[in-house]
């Protein structure tokens, strides 16, 4: 007789598919909140060669006591192998395009994987600036990371509201108004390989540059997932199932949220 299925999260299963999008060996940088959880379950799962840094500069950390609670977080300084800053981690490593991948939130994202976090005006602004109506965090490094990074995974959940054709404004770049608009920019980075959901994966089509659905989970469909996304979500050809979390990718995941704070979403 097969073991029963385990039971598990919708923020869950999208830390599980972040991470697996992170290579052994990789210097990987992470955002705040679920990025840093995608990120050290990589480590401990599939990738121990990740060599790992916060936007803030504290390197070659693994979180002690649970998911820490940001960046600079005791749970992560405890056993950090160095500590620099924000301009060595952000201007040195990143800027200079050495960083492989970076793992970034979002409060807004559009067809092209651009990211906003700065505020939701409910509307693209125009030429004239007005107070947004909800004033957001910023963009703090995701910036630089989208601009330079060799290649971002954007993680957010997948609400309607949050997929929009158009940000309301662009704190992070990704693929601007499609195409080559990166190159004649002269962004240095990649650009967002992957929007990581609740629901679903997105990855950018060759040529447009336009995200459509790659993959959705067992208990998502691409039907729920097209009805949350403020564009005509396309299915890519090949497009499937993604595998759920397995036993030892969970075990792994929760040795990094001990407190269980994605179990309680």
């Not at 994966?201 to 039907?223: A, K, Q």
């Amino acid at each position: 007789m097969s073991a029963a299925p385990q039971r598990y999260t919708r923020q869950e299963m999208m830390a599980v598919a972040a991470g697996r999008e992170i290579r052994d060996g990789e210097l990987a940088i992470f955002g705040v909140g679920l990025s840093l959880l995608a990120g050290f379950f990589a480590k401990a799962h599939h990738a121990p060669g990740v060599r790992a840094i916060t936007e803030g500069g504290i390197y070659g950390a693994v979180p002690i006591g649970g998911l820490p609670w940001g960046i600079e977080c005791n749970r992560l300084s405890a056993n950090a192998c160095s500590f620099t800053g924000a301009l060595d981690a952000l201007g040195c490593l990143v800027g200079s395009g050495r960083c492989d991948v970076g793992l970034i939130g979002a409060a807004q994202v559009d067809r092209h994987g651009n990211v906003n976090t700065t505020g939701i005006w409910g509307a693209p602004l125009g030429a004239r600036y007005v107070p947004p109506k909800v004033r957001l965090t910023g963009s703090g490094g995701a910036n630089d990371i989208a601009s330079c990074a060799k290649r971002t995974v954007i993680m957010l959940a997948h609400e309607k509201k949050r997929f929009a054709e158009r940000v309301d404004y662009i704190s992070s770049p990704g693929f601007l108004d499609g195409g080559d608009a990166r190159e004649r920019l002269g962004l240095t980075g990649g650009g967002p390989c992957a929007i990581v959901t609740t629901l679903g994966i997105l990855r950018p089509e060759p040529g447009t540059r336009e995200f459509v659905l790659d993959g959705w989970y067992e208990f998502s469909s691409p039907e729920e997932i097209a009805e949350n996304t403020g564009w005509a979500l396309r299915v890519a050809p090949g497009a499937r199932v993604v595998a759920p979390p397995d036993a030892a990718e969970l075990e792994a995941l929760r040795a990094v949220d001990r407190t269980g704070m994605l179990r309680k979403n």
